[in-house]
């Protein structure tokens, strides 16, 4: 198999789930508070540039596990329970984002999208940022660890 680059593997995954705009995202939100963000950086990352409010914040290495329905219970993220749940994964600028929407539709959730161009987009198109971090989940954030 030739070895592909991050972009690569983006476009693969976008051509599985589909992506949004920024104010396609921000219409959903306000229409359905059930609709879970989720981004996929890392906390560090998040706490530098800011993420949309109300975000989940779980790094693309630990939503593979955080998702996985046999994984204990403990390492489980509790909002990722249903998977008919209107989800919108992003990142800083895509393709993390597209990585995680596929890796979630390919775990079983039905209802995934991913925001085009990021973070980034989302602060261009004026909409609001958080730096908190108290949606931030991780293990050890969790004391599960």
């Not at 161009?117 to 660890?145: C, D, H, M």
Request: one cysteine or more.
């Amino acid at each position: 198999m030739a070895a592909k680059s991050i972009k690569q593997m983006a476009m693969e995954a976008l051509k599985i789930v589909p992506s949004i705009s920024p104010v396609e995202a921000q219409r959903r939100l306000e229409q359905n508070p059930y609709t879970l963000v989720i981004d996929v950086r890392d906390a560090s990352d998040i706490a530098v540039a800011g993420t949309i409010p109300g975000a989940l914040n779980i790094s693309l290495g630990a939503l593979a596990y955080q998702a996985d329905i046999e994984a204990p219970e403990l390492w489980r993220a509790p909002e990722l329970a249903d998977r008919e749940r209107p989800i919108i994964v992003t990142c800083m600028l895509g393709p993390l984002g597209a990585l995680g929407g596929r890796l979630l539709h390919e775990m079983g959730f039905g209802n995934i999208a991913v925001l085009d161009g990021g973070v980034q987009a989302w602060i261009a198109a004026g909409l609001p940022v958080t730096l908190s971090k108290s949606q931030n989940r991780s293990l050890v954030e969790g004391g599960k660890e």
